[in-house]
């Protein structure tokens, strides 16, 4: 049977093949522009100084595209990336749900000293090619070789120009450093925040931090700092000056001065209002050398923001029956000269969790632990940040964020991970395989140095152990006790581990 269509036919064929031609393009076009940039507000984040030529480069995935994507990652020397130095890496499939990152080849090595700009942007299935994210870190491999040589100023009293809670400005408690000091808007073309030392001290560096969300809004642009004898007539310190300033974390290193009374002289700032959420001042020199318990004990290095540990892990130490004590010292008074200078050596060194992002620290505090990291022959073991500062000891860059909420199995059963023993250790014994911890974090190891392996994984890395020395890290806690935390032994693995290396000599 012969059939024909009508002009008319034809037309609304025509007319719908057309139609559909258009959604299809339409549908691409906007899956194109759905295609979002990556975060950067990962590690290395705005202005992080990598202490490895080799970092790893870590950063929130894009959104949008159609099927899969990949991305592209581009570093420079030059703001235009279209000098000499520039490197490029295409085709970088996603890593995970929600975070991708990428060493830098051993053939691409970075130049030490040297500020670097990077970008990285996603691709997908059909060629779409999304927005550029842009950021920079600075590579000294020096940042971190030695302790600090600095203590900590305590401050006895803040007053600010205008604005509340001027207390936030030196709460080395609060988690995070995300809480703030802001002047009242509009409020005067200069702002200031005094601080009273209550005595005169010798003051040689100062750390500062302002708003962390990465926006820019609320950051100094130009500012001094002043010193006073009685806090009412001020001087520019030497060296103390700032202008132009596009970061939120600011390191002023001046020639040692004494003062009681130094000032903030804020001229301006970007935004709305300017901000401050943490400042610390510095003496140049080293701490005392704490007392050490008689007969054996464990060195704990409180890695808390204020020095302590997030949990009770000197009291569960000194409950588990193995006869020993405790010492606790914050990370920013712990070095490996310290250590030579105990009266009495610990029989282990345990490195604590903390709950801070570490681009809200000043990192060069922790330059002491990451001395006994690398150099100590006492047995180490580090749990949640501690086990992250293992591998930052030969590269800040390779503990990064996992590119969720953070994890804390404390309250919810559902982010419970198995974890998987992948290499037999003694410190596993009477842990079941797999096995279920306690978690609190945010954070975790992207890239294992030389000379260290895994042990243990969930979707991340959770054990690692040295190959030649006796150093092991959890990023779980066994030290808490809840009824589901099986990883109770590998603490106590651990410490009978030291003990008996003790009883030898070793």
Known sequence: MKIS??????????????????????????????????????????????????PLLSFFNAKGGI????????????????????????????????????????????????????????VDSSGHMGPWAKSRFYVNTKFDDKFMNLTRIPVKSVE????????????IDDPGQ??????????????????????????ARIWMLSNTDGTGDGWLKDFVWQSSADGKAWIDIKGAAVNNNDTYRNIIDITPFKSRYVRLLIKNWWGYAPQVNAIILYSPGMPK?????????????????????????ARKIESLGLGLKTLTVPNHEVSLSMLQQLKNKPVAIILSGNNADYPNMPMFEFNGEYEIIRQSDIPILGICCGHQQLAMAYGFTYARSMGWPDISSMEKSKVRQKIRIIKKDPVFK?????????????????NIPEDFEVLARSDYIQAVKNIS???????FHAEIQVPYNQAGPYLVNFLKMAKKRCLKGG
Request: net charge negative.
């Open 5 to 54: 269509l009508s002009k008319q036919t034809w037309r609304i064929s025509a007319w719908l093949a057309g139609l559909a031609v258009l959604f299809l393009l339409t549908s691409c076009n906007s899956q194109e522009a759905d295609l979002t940039a990556p975060s950067l507000t990962n590690n290395p984040t705005w202005d992080i100084i990598a202490t490895n030529r080799q």
């Open 289 to 313: 050398i704490p007392d050490s318990p008689k007969g054996d004990y464990v060195l704990i290095v409180g890695n808390q923001m204020n020095g302590f540990t997030f949990t009770e892990l």
């Open 67 to 122: 099927g899969k994507r990949t991305y592209t990652i581009e570093l420079d020397t030059s703001e235009t990336f279209n000098s000499n130095n520039f490197i490029q890496y295409a085709n970088i499939p996603e890593g995970s749900k929600y975070i991708t990152d990428k060493l830098v080849d051993k053939d691409n090595l970075l130049a030490d000293n040297t500020r670097y700009y990077w970008r990285v942007r996603a």
């Open 178 to 203: 995300v809480t703030f000091w802001q002047s009242t808007p509009p409020g005067n073309s200069t702002q200031w925040i005094k601080f009273d030392l209550g005595k005169e001290v010798e003051i």
């Open 160 to 171: 600010v120009s205008s604005g509340s809670n001027p207390k936030n400005i030196t709460d």
């Open 469 to 475: 020395r006796l150093i092991y890290g959890e990023q």
């Open 430 to 446: 009477g842990i079941p395989e797999p096995f279920v911890a306690a978690e609190i974090h945010g954070w975790a190891i992207g």
